[in-house]
């Protein structure tokens, strides 16, 4: 007897003047690769995909919900790095000091060095609304009403140690030890959240190897910073240069298909072999990270637009604006410590800056990292009688001001600036009110050395006098400071403070005052009294966590990073 066919009520018939393919159900699939993944391949999913479409279940689902909101409230974050370490005490933990370079003092221990002009009308500590400023942050003042300034600041003080915790946050870990799989850095944990539906998600002008302290041969593979942790949209981009950029998005406007069908196929054609080894889960595994990959390449590949990639870069108001000199879009090289030559591959901040703004404005990437493009130009160091010439008369410290206004204070101010005049998508906001800004570095530099050590050895009066001469008295140091701008951020605010007689940052409490139990201007501990259990010295690690908690991203989990997130800093 002849019954009538059974037909899934969940399938749909399109009939626009051709005959109907019924979709096959993807709960009918999925049993299909239970059953027969030894003898799957590529064409199975290809011929799938190709006929019915990709198919409508929870995963698929979710990826189009959490597009559709990306559109919607966007998120970007946009780290501003200023390699080799500014002088805090002259920048955000500033310190009012004598200027021992003039007037020496019995005991050299307590010598505070400065720069000769120090006491001068543009060379002392300010205050502007509720943030206390050095000389070095004078540039930056009209931005103060939007920032958020962190004086309290402990840190390492090795340059690729450090820099590697402004990545990463703070865990236990080793340089030379292999990235595992539940490591993030920050902008990787960020763009996992909110990357996936750009074309270059998490771009950056870093380059790990730059740093003259690595041996390169100690770092193949997965060692020190890994640029591809955590999934495919999530990993590092290097920008390079524009016309670099501009090149390699032209490359992927005109390929698109073809990149898409070899991936698609590449892809599959090496889980294959792994169906083997576990015919159920691996299949579906391999089956959802296939569905994964043809959304994230197809949706990259239909934004692109020839026009919208050819007009990048070459605005002239906008390179005007950004202060864009030929000079600026070069790339440079660098010997350091005697080793090779070495170049981050990245042009000028500036540059940088309006790279990350058009490609914000055009919805192509999310997260930027961007960083002086000089390797060590801010590694200012001075044996102590350098600070004085062959007949005695003062040198001084190196002076900063003319890096800070180059590389950070001339170029965010004109981002900020566009940031804020730049209207996302008719909504009445800012792509400023989207954006959260972190100002770092790796540490800070001292202004002083301590000389117990030395004069204490048992060798000529001669030789002690060399050595505290050649001292290190602008070395790498612990103590620093950071700031924080954008649409979450509570403006015209600072939290901690650096104490004028230990030189070290001074506790914060869970709100952002200062522990109760030191004396708010020179640091010290008040008589009879103990740092309060619960106030704490923030580090790399609680501005990794922030950056997250600004962006509406729970830290917690994001990558090894154990510390929280500053919480006061967010605007009520």
């Not at 005991?107 to 400065?114: A, G, L, Q, T, V």
């Not at 003062?394 to 965010?412: A, N, R, S």
Request: proline share 5%; net charge neutral; glycine share 8%.
């Amino acid at each position: 007897m002849n019954r009538p066919c059974a037909v899934d009520p969940s399938i749909q018939f399109e009939t626009a003047g051709q005959i109907a393919i019924p979709p096959l159900p993807r709960r009918r699939f999925l049993r299909g690769l239970a059953a027969t993944a030894a003898g799957l391949t590529c064409a199975d999913f290809l011929g799938y995909f190709k006929a019915y479409g990709l198919p409508n279940d929870p995963q698929s689902d979710r990826l189009s919900v959490d597009a559709a909101k990306a559109n919607d409230d966007p998120h970007f974050l946009v780290y501003w790095y200023l390699e080799g370490g500014w002088c805090g005490y002259d920048m955000f933990n500033p310190v009012l000091t004598d200027n021992n370079v003039l007037d020496r003092l019995e005991k050299i221990s307590d010598e505070r060095y400065r720069v000769t002009q120090w006491g001068d009308t543009d060379y002392g500590i300010y205050k502007q609304g509720n943030i206390r400023y050095g000389y070095l942050a004078s540039e930056g003042k009209d931005l103060f009403k939007d920032t958020a300034v962190l004086s309290s600041m402990h840190t390492g003080s090795g340059h690729s140690s450090d820099r590697l915790r402004v990545h990463m946050g703070d865990y236990k870990f080793k340089q030379t030890e292999e990235r595992e799989d539940d490591e993030r850095s920050v902008m990787q944990a960020f763009s996992e959240v909110y990357g996936q539906h750009y074309v270059l998600p998490n771009l950056s002008w870093h380059w790990w190897l730059s740093d003259g302290e690595i041996n390169e041969v100690q770092y193949t593979g997965k060692r020190g910073y890994y640029h591809a942790l955590g999934p495919v949209h999530a990993h590092t981009l290097y920008a390079g240069t524009p016309a670099k950029l501009k090149k390699l998005l032209s490359r992927m406007q005109e390929e698109t298909g073809d990149t898409i069908s070899r991936r698609i196929e590449s892809f599959l054609d090496s889980a294959h072999s792994e169906f083997l080894k576990d015919e159920n889960a691996a299949a579906v595994k391999s089956y959802n990270s296939a569905r994964e990959i043809y959304l994230q390449m197809a949706r990259r590949g239909q934004t692109l637009d020839r026009n919208r990639i050819q007009k990048l870069f070459a605005d002239p108001a906008l390179r005007e604006e950004f202060r864009i000199k030929p000079d600026d879009e070069l790339i440079t090289y660098r010997s350091v410590n005697g080793n090779k030559a070495r170049s981050k591959f990245s042009p000028n901040t500036n540059v940088q800056a309006m790279m990350s703004y058009e490609l914000m404005r055009e919805a192509m990437s999310c997260a930027f990292f961007i960083e002086s493009r000089d390797v060590r130009r801010f590694d200012s160091h001075l044996s102590r009688k350098g600070l004085w010439k062959n007949d005695g008369t003062p040198k001084g410290m190196p002076d900063q001001t003319q890096m800070m206004k180059d590389d950070l204070w001339d170029p965010i101010r004109a981002f900020v600036a566009r940031l804020k005049n730049t209207e996302y998508k008719s909504t009445g906001t800012s792509l400023y009110d989207h954006t959260q800004i972190v100002i770092t570095s790796e540490f800070g530099r001292s202004l002083h050395g301590n000389v117990d050590r030395i004069q204490e050895k048992d060798i000529p009066d001669d030789k002690k006098e060399k050595e505290i001469g050649d001292q290190d008295i602008c070395a790498h140091w612990k103590v620093t400071s950071c700031a924080f701008l954008g649409g979450n951020v509570q403006g015209d605010r600072q939290y901690g403070a650096a104490g004028e007689k230990t030189l070290m940052a001074i506790p914060v409490m869970a709100d952002g005052t200062l522990d109760p139990n030191y004396d708010p201007l020179t640091g010290e501990l008040l008589p009879d009294r103990e740092k309060h259990p619960e106030s704490f010295i923030p580090n790399h690690g609680d501005i990794y966590a922030t950056a997250l908690y600004l962006s509406g991203v729970n830290p917690k989990g994001r990558g090894r990073n154990s510390r929280p997130p500053l919480k006061f800093i967010k605007r009520a």
